[in-house]
């Protein structure tokens, strides 16, 4: 029997990079596609038996720290954060035995990295709700996130569109290109698969080796 996975934030494109998988039945759910809305629990369908979430909404906001307003830590973190904590509050209750749950982090989280103050303190609260969750799901449901350098992807666009900025990008990582969806979907799916029943409480860096090498 295939698992039922939810996908928050379906039309993220490493989301699309999921559809084609026979292992799994995903639901798909975008605030692009009818009236979701991750920050209002009213809009949330009655969803049972799910195996797996995937949480894909997330920000790229790169600005300098004096630059930064209210607004946007208090946007940045209701994305990425509480938008996250809303689903796992709704869905805890309808998660099978030996689910597992995905998050997406970044490399900022843990890699000084400047003009990321507002996301890098998002992400690295996710990875901090990953281990804790893990802790206390355990036996019964498994928590991981993946932390990825840049991907080639439509919220990444403004930066990458910058011929200069991109080959810096490009000649700064080990192996010398941009991460793909397929980079990142290859790992969702191992961790949603049983194959990865060992896992949990790990945040996995996908990132051409980026946070750990310098060559």
């Known amino acids: 029997m295939k698992k039922k996975i939810l996908i928050i934030g379906a039309n993220s494109d490493i989301a699309k990079s999921l559809m084609f998988n026979d292992e799994f039945n995903y639901i798909k759910l975008s605030s ?6 991750t920050l ?10 799910i195996d797996g979430i995937v949480y894909f909404p997330g920000s790229i906001n790169l600005k300098p720290f004096n630059s930064l307003k209210s607004d946007d830590l208090s946007n940045d ?7 996250l904590i809303n689903i796992l509050q709704y869905y805890y209750s309808h998660l099978n035995k030996n689910s597992s749950l995905v998050f997406i982090s970044s490399i900022a989280a843990t890699v000084g990295l400047k003009f990321h103050a507002s996301i890098s ?5 996710i990875e901090s709700l990953t281990r804790t969750l893990a802790a206390e799901f355990s036996p019964t449901i498994r928590v991981n996130c993946i932390a990825p350098s ?5 919220l990444s666009n403004r930066i990458l569109r910058n011929e200069t900025t991109k080959n810096k990008i490009i000649n700064d ?10 980079d990142v979907a290859h790992v969702i799916e ?8 060992w896992i949990t409480g790990q945040s996995i860096h996908v990132d051409g080796g980026l946070s750990n090498l310098k060559i």
């Open 40 to 49: 209002d629990k009213n809009t949330y369908p009655k969803i049972e038996n």
């Open 150 to 154: 840049i991907i080639e992807t439509k």
């Open 121 to 125: 303190m998002c992400k690295a609260a």
């Open 32 to 37: 692009q596609t009818s009236n979701f809305n």
């Open 77 to 83: 973190y209701s994305i990425n954060v509480m938008g």
């Open 173 to 182: 990582n080990p192996m010398k290109r941009i991460g793909q969806t397929d």
């Open 190 to 197: 191992f961790l949603l698969s049983d194959k990865s029943s």
